[in-house]
């Protein structure tokens, strides 16, 4: 088969043209870096045109309210593009629980996007991953004061980028699902303490202090970020994935 990977040079797109290749199908990395810019169109219809699946994992440059306007835009360029290429099968990457945090624009713009695939022309497949592992320090680094993080008690059920790549890239092989497969890490953890087991780990000297007004997961309740009941479970624990992703020492 063969597919067109949008923003296959990330960190989850990369992953998953190595998926696909392989698996011995014909992968094609698509991003800005290569001359497709989906926003405006250019060098989108030959990207397409052709192609058995278009896997879309792009991200908006934002994550605030102009992220709506992205997805907007993009989404309409490329199924228009892919309508017309003759692409069976349109799959996205999206969020556990996306459509439960009203108050984050981005989330908004994530379900904004996820309805103009299920309203449009193309049999499709969403895939909605937790929280990334990779993610965590940036995570930290948004409600980091000195040396003092602040973090809420939200419910985080972490996966790795690894496991979401393999899913996406078998989903992207398969039917289309023209519907939703949630999934997650094997272990939910709160946000705060999960900060905890990051910088015990990292020794990086800062203090996690609990705040549950601290940061954009603070707008989050309940248990919406965790995997719903008949989620698929990754394998990858955080304890492994930290022990072997340590940070490179200079010198």
Known sequence: MKFA???????????????????????????????????TGQG????????????????SPTFDDASLAFFQTSMDNLLAASAKGGVGHFVILSIVGVDQVPGLDYYRAKVLQENILKAGPIPYSIVRATQFMEFMDATLGMTTEGDTVRLPR?????????????????????????????????????LDELGRLTVTARSDGRTVVTDDTAGMFAAAHG????????????????????????????G
């Open 5 to 39: 990977v949008i923003g296959g040079t990330g960190l989850i797109g990369s992953r998953v043209v190595e998926n696909l290749k392989a698996a011995g199908h014909q992968a094609v990395p698509h991003s800005l870096s290569t001359g497709v810019d989906i926003v």
């Open 44 to 59: 989108l219809e030959a990207a397409v045109t052709g192609v058995d699946v278009v896997i879309n994992l792009t991200n």
């Open 154 to 190: 939200t419910p985080i059920q972490p996966i790795a980028a690894a496991d979401v790549s393999s899913v996406v890239a078998e989903v992207a092989a398969g039917s289309p699902l023209n519907g939703v497969l949630n999934i997650a890490g094997p272990d939910v953890y709160p």
């Open 223 to 250: 248990d919406v970020l965790t995997a719903p009941n008949g989620a698929r479970i990754a394998p990858t624990h955080y304890p492994d994935w930290l022990a072997r992703n340590r940070p490179r020492r200079s």
